[in-house]
Structures are given as structure tokens and as C-alpha cells.
């Protein structure tokens, strides 16, 4: 065999070798391997160049071309086994997640309005429409507005009704109820009529239960006018009622005590869990108590600048959350100021 046959059978058989190991090169790793042994600087194909100078001065060419052409195939057979490894791993890829277009998005979680903001916008809402206008008066109030103007003397029995929260300033206290807020309301109105809603936080220092908290809302009414009487607000709170809880729902006053109003009643619910038989929730009475009321006592429209002899008026405080645990069932009043999202999600 001649010399240049040799070199050629020795080239066929380092490309079949190479091209052979090739086939059984399944991943990444092997087929960088694979590029070290076959192409890399001391792999076969290489040595035939280093060794060029030992042939013959005019086979040189020919035998570097061939050289050439192994090394060119290697290369091409390289790249078509690292993009085939490429396309079935893209191909296991996709066959393993399945994306069902189906499904519905995932909901972003968005925020919402606190529930006694909901429930108070929905008061003010049915009181607006009967013509109630929305008055803004301070969670911190003078005693002088919160207790004396209201027909409550210093170390009159009937400050035991609220327990107050005091700040260190002498005379200036968290407004037990938004009742202060009805001096504040006469004084820049009168002597016109008026017919005002005061929604807002109240104050009281308070043992905690399921009824009781040491923070809650009010809304506060009052309308005053000539001629107004019982019968008008007996009107306005059932037609309230009937607003907010529905058409069948029965209203009751029972009779009670405020140093602002006389008479004064209670505003009682028919309980919406027993129908009015008697339950746990109403313990056992049928009724559930949502605020108190009354007509605005003589001392306080003078107070407020209204002369009583011309003058009559209404008024009523409800208990927001009270209003939202009936419609909603809930039992417990401290959820509403507890800050748990399980509750507050809810609504
Ligand atoms: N302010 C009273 C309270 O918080 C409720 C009330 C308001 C009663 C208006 C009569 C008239 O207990």
C-alpha cells in the first residue's frame, strides 16, 4: 500500500470512529466531551496536521485537504447532533407541561372597603335620599359638648351611661357618642331647620365582649323643625329599617333614658335568626337593640340656640356595626377592629 493509501485508510477510520461514538452521545455533558476528544487540540484529526512535514514534499497538499475534509465532517456532524439533543429536549419539555388554556386567570388580589365603611355608606346612602344632609364633627371633643351641653352635669349620675376615655388635657375627652356633634350642628344652624346624619368613630373605655368594644361607629340624627314629633321619627326609623333589612322587618321603641331626649326609647330589630321567637343570638327576647333615641330635650335646643317654645326636634344614635352583624350574621363585634383577613375578605 502506498503511503498516501495508508494515511487515507487511517483517516477513514478516525472519521468512522469519531462519527461512531457520535451516535451514542445522549446529552450536553457527553457531546462536550465528545468535541474535546474529536476536535479538541490533540484529537486525532489534529496529529495528521502536526504530522504533515514527515510526507513527502508533494503529497502535502492532498493529504492536508483530505485532513481538512475529516475535520470539516466532524464539525457538521457535531452541530447536527447538538440540535437534534436541542429539539428533543424542547420536545420532552413540552409534552411534559401541558398548559390547559381553559382555566380560568388568577384573580389579582385587590383591596376593598373595611366593612363598617360599607355599612356606613349604605346609612348615609338611605338617609341622604329622605333628605338627610352628611355633617363632619371631631372624635376629640370637649366635656363641654360631649356631657354638659347634652344635659349631662359633672358628677351627674348619667355620666356612668358612658365610660370615657380621658386625655391628659383637663376637659378634652375621646366623644363617647356622636351626640356632641348635635350641639355643634344646631349652633351653626340655627335658627333654621335642620336635618343632618353624623357618622363617625366613638370612644368608650370598655370590658370587651361580643357586644362591646372600646371603639365603634355612630351615626347620630337629628331634624329640627316646627311641629316635629314622636311620630315622625318613629316614621323615619322604620322606614329606615325597611331600607336596609327589607319590607317585612318589625321595629319596636321601648321605652328608656337619655339626659338629652324626652321621651327616650330604645330602637329594637326584630332578631333575624328566630323570626322574633326567641334564640341565642336575641337571648331568648326576639329583639336586637341597634341604637336609642328620643325627642331633643328643652335644655339642649336652648343650648344648641333654638328656642324650645317654637322648636321641636328629634334624635337617634345607631350603632353601625350592630346594623352590619344583623345583616350580615355576624356574631362577634370585636371582628370589625381585630384586623384578621379571614374576616374582612369576607365582605
Ligand atoms: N348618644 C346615645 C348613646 O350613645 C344614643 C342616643 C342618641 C340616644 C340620640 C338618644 C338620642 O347611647
Same mark, same amino acid.
Given at each position: 500500500?502506498?503511503?498516501?493509501?495508508?494515511?487515507?485508510?487511517?483517516?477513514?477510520?478516525?472519521?468512522?470512529?469519531?462519527?461512531?461514538?457520535?451516535?451514542?452521545?445522549?446529552?450536553?455533558?457527553?457531546?462536550?466531551?465528545?468535541? !474535546?476528544?474529536?476536535?479538541?487540540?490533540?484529537?486525532?484529526?489534529?496529529?495528521?496536521?502536526?504530522?504533515?512535514?514527515?510526507?513527502?514534499?508533494?503529497?502535502?497538499?492532498?493529504?492536508?485537504?483530505?485532513? !481538512?475534509?475529516?475535520?470539516?465532517?466532524?464539525?457538521?456532524?457535531?452541530?447536527?447532533?447538538?440540535?437534534?439533543?436541542?429539539?428533543?429536549?424542547?420536545?420532552?419539555?413540552?409534552?411534559?407541561?401541558?398548559?390547559?388554556?381553559?382555566?380560568?386567570?388568577?384573580?389579582?388580589?385587590?383591596?376593598?372597603?373595611?366593612?363598617?365603611?360599607?355599612?356606613?355608606?349604605?346609612?348615609?346612602?338611605?338617609?341622604?335620599?329622605?333628605?338627610?344632609?352628611?355633617?363632619?364633627?371631631?372624635?376629640?371633643?370637649?366635656?363641654?359638648? !360631649?356631657?354638659?351641653?347634652?344635659?349631662?352635669?359633672?358628677?351627674?349620675?348619667?355620666?356612668?351611661?358612658?365610660?370615657?376615655?380621658?386625655?391628659?388635657?383637663?376637659?378634652?375627652?375621646?366623644?363617647?357618642?356622636?351626640?356632641?356633634?348635635?350641639?355643634?350642628?344646631?349652633?351653626?344652624?340655627?335658627?333654621?331647620?335642620?336635618?343632618?346624619?353624623?357618622?363617625?368613630?366613638?370612644?368608650?373605655?370598655?370590658?370587651?365582649?361580643?357586644?362591646?368594644?372600646?371603639?365603634?361607629?355612630?351615626?347620630?340624627?337629628?331634624?329640627?323643625?316646627?311641629?316635629?314629633?314622636?311620630?315622625?321619627?318613629?316614621?323615619?326609623?322604620?322606614?329606615?329599617?325597611?331600607?336596609?333589612?327589607?319590607?317585612?322587618?318589625?321595629?319596636?321603641?321601648?321605652?328608656?333614658?337619655?339626659?338629652?331626649?324626652?321621651?327616650?326609647?330604645?330602637?329594637?330589630?326584630?332578631?333575624?335568626?328566630?323570626?322574633?321567637?326567641?334564640?341565642?343570638?336575641?337571648?331568648?327576647?326576639?329583639?336586637?337593640?341597634?341604637?336609642?333615641?328620643?325627642?331633643?330635650?328643652?335644655?339642649?335646643?336652648?343650648?344648641?340656640?333654638?328656642?324650645?317654645?317654637?322648636?321641636?326636634?328629634?334624635?337617634?344614635?345607631?350603632?353601625?356595626?350592630?346594623?352590619?352583624?344583623?345583616?350580615?350574621?355576624?356574631?362577634?363585634?370585636?371582628?370589625?377592629?381585630?384586623?384578621?383577613?379571614?374576616?374582612?375578605?369576607?365582605?
Amino acid at each position: 500500500m502506498s503511503e498516501e493509501a495508508a494515511i487515507r485508510a487511517e483517516m477513514e477510520q478516525t472519521q468512522q470512529q469519531a462519527l461512531t461514538a457520535l451516535q451514542t452521545v445522549q446529552n450536553e455533558a457527553e457531546l462536550l466531551a465528545w468535541r !474535546n476528544a474529536h476536535l479538541g487540540r490533540t484529537a486525532p484529526v489534529m496529529l495528521f496536521f502536526s504530522r504533515l512535514p514527515q510526507f513527502p514534499k508533494e503529497l502535502r497538499p492532498q493529504i492536508g485537504q483530505a485532513a !481538512n475534509q475529516v475535520k470539516l465532517t466532524l464539525e457538521a456532524a457535531y452541530e447536527a447532533r447538538r440540535q437534534e439533543l436541542q429539539a428533543s429536549s424542547l420536545q420532552q419539555r413540552l409534552s411534559s407541561e401541558r398548559v390547559d388554556v381553559t382555566l380560568p386567570g388568577r384573580r389579582l388580589p385587590l383591596g376593598h372597603l373595611h366593612p363598617s365603611t360599607q355599612i356606613l355608606a349604605e346609612i348615609c346612602a338611605i338617609f341622604g335620599e329622605m333628605g338627610f344632609q352628611v355633617y363632619r364633627s371631631p372624635e376629640v371633643e370637649s366635656d363641654e359638648n !360631649n356631657f354638659e351641653l347634652l344635659n349631662i352635669p359633672a358628677h351627674h349620675p348619667a355620666r356612668d351611661m358612658w365610660d370615657t376615655f380621658h386625655t391628659t388635657r383637663p376637659g378634652v375627652v375621646l366623644r363617647t357618642h356622636t351626640s356632641p356633634g348635635q350641639i355643634r350642628a344646631m349652633r351653626q344652624m340655627a335658627p333654621n331647620p335642620l336635618r343632618v346624619i353624623l357618622p363617625g368613630m366613638t370612644y368608650r373605655y370598655e370590658q370587651t365582649n361580643a357586644s362591646h368594644e372600646s371603639q365603634f361607629n355612630q351615626v347620630e340624627l337629628l331634624a329640627i323643625g316646627q311641629n316635629i314629633t314622636f311620630g315622625d321619627l318613629q316614621g323615619t326609623l322604620t322606614d329606615f329599617a325597611r331600607r336596609m333589612f327589607g319590607a317585612e322587618v318589625h321595629v319596636r321603641l321601648r321605652p328608656s333614658y337619655f339626659p338629652f331626649t324626652e321621651p327616650s326609647a330604645e330602637i329594637d330589630i326584630e332578631c333575624f335568626l328566630c323570626g322574633g321567637k326567641g334564640c341565642t343570638v336575641c337571648k331568648g327576647g326576639g329583639w336586637l337593640e341597634i341604637g336609642g333615641c328620643g325627642m331633643v330635650h328643652p335644655v339642649v335646643l336652648r343650648n344648641g340656640g333654638y328656642d324650645p317654645a317654637r322648636f321641636t326636634g328629634f334624635a337617634a344614635g345607631l350603632g353601625p356595626e350592630r346594623i352590619a352583624m344583623l345583616k350580615y350574621r355576624i356574631s362577634d363585634i370585636r371582628y370589625f377592629f381585630g384586623g384578621d383577613l379571614r374576616f374582612l375578605e369576607q365582605f
